[in-house]
């Protein structure tokens, strides 16, 4: 019986694991952190580490990849609260975000952008 009750514990604990936000692909930059559509992760060399400086119009611009309340760090992962108090993903302490130019999986149009602030997410 216990040995019953254990294995389902882990069973259940496993069931309840959280996955990564991103996962790794090969673009023409290298290795690069995506998320869920494949969609090319960034990184903003404004950003502080676990906190997000592109609020408002930039985040217009640059979507944070989001976080629920729900959501817990793991690894290198963290989830940061943003200005307005919603949740972002954070790797290694650096906040992630799209970039609403890149129009297909793969795409890293918006490494180098603003002098170089920009850059893909890399692990």
Sequence with gaps: MKRFLL???VLLAASFAQADPASVTDTAKGPTLVDSAGMT???FAKDSEGM???NGPCATNWPP???TAEDQATGDWSVI???DGTKQWAYKGQPLYTWKNDMKPGDVTGD???NGAWKVAQP
């Design 112 to 114: 180098g952008v603003a």
């Design 7 to 9: 294995t389902t514990a």
């Design 41 to 43: 992760l960034y990184t």
């Design 81 to 83: 609260t943003r200005d």
């Design 52 to 54: 997000s400086a592109c």
């Design 65 to 67: 990849l989001m976080a």
